[in-house]
């Protein structure tokens, strides 16, 4: 059974930085590139950023390019979103899911719990 569980997320200033974390079990971690995927309150699920199963290459959305950084660990199946620069708009439920493939911004069905990210002053 995948398991994704989410963890990081809090409340914090305009501005402020926050690192995200996504510890994976039940699957392969390295054979799939991981996606980053949020909800704001009222919205559908937006993609935010992919990383390949290399650790090397990834994507963002324009929204969040520059500020987003995307990172993996294989050995401790761990996917983590280094924040910065942090805006009101980023304000979201953050969740972790397997990417259908690195060139694709769709992703697998797994349903983690999500971490709540609030942006506020």
């Known amino acids: 059974e995948v398991q994704l569980v989410e963890s990081g997320g809090e409340l914090v200033q305009p501005g402020g930085s926050l690192r995200l974390s996504c510890a994976a079990s039940?699957?392969?971690?390295?054979?799939?590139?991981m996606n980053w995927v949020r909800q704001a309150p009222g919205k559908g699920l937006e993609w935010v950023s992919t990383?390949?199963?290399?650790?090397?290459?990834?994507r963002y959305a324009d929204s969040v390019k520059g500020r987003f950084t995307i990172s993996r660990d294989n050995a401790k199946n761990t996917l983590y979103l280094q924040m910065a620069r942090l805006k009101p708009e980023d304000t979201a439920v953050y969740y972790c899911?397997?990417?259908?493939?690195?060139?694709?911004?769709?992703?697998?069905?797994?349903r983690g719990q999500g971490t709540q990210v609030t942006v506020s002053s």
């Open positions: 039940g699957f392969t971690f390295n054979n799939y590139a």
């Open positions: 899911k397997r990417a259908r493939s690195f060139v694709s911004n769709i992703s697998y069905d797994d």
């Open positions: 990383i390949h199963t290399n650790g090397v290459s990834t």
